[in-house]
């Protein structure tokens, strides 16, 4: 089963950046899709923004969308959503997920993944 883990995530100030990065390994990864999701306190997991592993499609949540943005790495299997322009909602715990297929209009439900991160941190406050 293709494992994931996260990582880069930290303190940063209101209008800072951050780059997320997510490892994938065990598998073949070329037709999958993947995900970030996060968690703030108090509430429940939500969509952040997802990809297919080759970059042929990409969806951005509304809060992603003009701030975030994928890159990739195929040598090291792994992929980089950039996190710009932050704001102090964007706290919280960031996931990284990957499903077996990307799923025209679907990405943006946990159920199309099927391996999941830990988790890393981000805090974004003054």
């Known amino acids: 089963q293709v494992q994931v883990t996260e990582s880069g995530g930290g303190f940063v100030q209101p209008g800072g950046s951050l780059r997320l990065s997510c490892a994938a390994s065990?598998?073949?990864?070329?037709?999958?899709?993947l995900g970030w999701f996060r968690q703030a306190p108090g509430k429940e997991r939500e969509f952040v923004a997802a990809?297919?592993?080759?970059?042929?499609?990409?969806n951005y949540g509304d809060s992603a969308k003009g701030r975030f943005t994928f890159s990739r790495d195929r040598a090291k299997n792994t992929v980089y959503l950039q996190m710009n322009t932050l704001k102090p909602e964007d706290t919280g715990v960031y996931y990284c997920?990957?499903?077996?297929?990307?799923?025209?209009?679907?990405?943006?439900?946990?159920?199309?993944?099927?391996?999941w991160g830990q988790g890393t941190q981000v805090t974004v406050s003054s």
């Open positions: 997920a990957i499903g077996p297929r990307w799923v025209v209009g679907r990405m943006f439900l946990e159920g199309e993944y099927d391996s």
């Open positions: 065990g598998g073949a990864l070329s037709n999958r899709a």
């Open positions: 990809t297919r592993w080759n970059g042929a499609s990409t």
